[in-house]
Nanobody
Framework: VQLQASGGGSVQPGGSLNLSCAAS????????VGWYRQAPGKQRDLVAS?????????AYAGPVKGRFTISRDTAKNTVYLQMNTLKPEDTAVYYC?????????WGQGTQVTVSS
């Protein structure tokens, strides 16, 4: 599985960004996909996940609940992370990931900077 992330950038507090992660390869093996983020000097933390079930079950980290929305377009094999009401503490490199039964895949990081 290959993952191509895009959509990072710089915004002011309160602004919005939409990240995309396009998957290719053996995507039928994927159980869930989503996003981690890593701020300078901090560990990489899970932000949001979406499962490959019929309900597209989602899960969010506490700090982003109500502000971020993860979704998927199965026709495009792409997962999106809509980030609203961004805060300076959301500044980080965001990494998309995909979890298959016995493999874990990372996409390249995309920088998100929230600053006035």
């Amino acid at each position: 599985v290959q993952l191509q992330a895009s959509g990072g950038g710089s915004v002011q507090p309160g602004g919005s960004l939409n990240l995309s992660c396009a998957a290719s390869g053996n995507i039928v093996s994927i159980i869930h996909v989503g996003w981690y983020r890593q701020a300078p000097g901090k560990q990489r933390d899970l932000v949001a996940s979406i499962y490959s079930d019929s309900d597209s079950t989602t899960a969010y980290a506490g700090p982003v609940k109500g502000r971020f929305t993860i979704s998927r377009d199965t026709a495009k094999n792409t997962v999106y992370l809509q980030m609203n009401t961004l805060k300076p503490e959301d500044t980080a490199v965001y990494y998309c990931y995909a979890r298959a039964r016995s493999q874990f895949y990372w996409g390249q990081g995309t920088q998100v900077t929230v600053s006035s």
